[in-house]
């Protein structure tokens, strides 16, 4: 499992084909532990951007004993108090805890296995929970955001015998297959740093629209 006295965390950031990245990561301690935040604003707006910098600063400065889920809550309030109509989508991390709001993930890493901890709020995944086939443009329409989420709707999960813990945006793991980030994180000989880094450059190579954004949190 992650301990904090030994975490280490890097991250990386590549605009796609937009006018504005729109995504945004936090981290911050609390005490002797840390908070993760990734967040990623809905649409190609300046409000967009300002919606998931907000939300990400607000939610890593929540208190750890309070847990993720008051943490996306109290990004919510940031937002409603801002007036502007941006919105975004979120995971927060807080040691093992993790909940989320839309398309962003959480992956669980233990060396050697790539485990998806977060399931993706979308009408796509509705309709497969249906048994239902859906449409490709489906895996882009969200059916929960941060602006708009209840309570009850904030996924939650905790994650088990992971020594890292790997956020991302959509356009990283919407591009990429879980086997290639999967051998992307085992590559030996490489910092954390390269291959964040490796995650979104590969993205953007290989054709995503949307800005890609990857943070991976580890143990020493």
Not at 201 to 210: E, F, K, P
């Amino acid at each position: 499992m992650l301990r904090d006295e030994v975490m280490t965390w890097d991250t990386a950031s590549r605009q796609g084909g937009r006018r504005f990245n729109a995504d945004a990561v936090g981290a911050a301690r609390d005490g002797d532990g840390m908070v993760f935040a990734l967040a990623d604003g809905i649409g190609d707006s300046m409000w967009a951007a300002e919606a998931a910098r907000v939300a990400s600063d607000i939610a890593v400065r929540t208190p750890r004993p309070a847990g993720p889920v008051e943490a996306i809550l109290a990004a919510q309030r940031a937002l409603h108090s801002m007036h502007t109509g941006g919105d975004c989508v979120m995971v927060v991390a807080m040691g093992d805890q993790i909940a989320w709001v839309g398309d962003v993930r959480a992956y669980g890493w233990d060396g050697s296995q790539l485990v998806q901890l977060t399931s993706d709020q979308t009408l796509a995944e509705y309709f497969r929970s249906h048994d239902a086939i859906p449409t490709p443009r489906m895996e882009h329409v969200v059916t929960n955001s941060l602006r708009n989420t209840r309570p009850d709707q904030i996924g939650l999960v905790t994650a088990h015998n992971c020594t890292s813990i790997l956020l991302t945006s959509d356009g990283v793991h919407k591009t990429l297959s879980p086997d290639l980030i999967q051998g992307i994180l085992a590559e030996t000989g490489t910092t954390a740093l390269t291959r964040v880094s490796t995650l979104v450059d590969t993205a953007i190579v290989m054709g995503a629209t949307d800005n890609s954004t990857a943070l991976l949190v580890m143990n020493r």
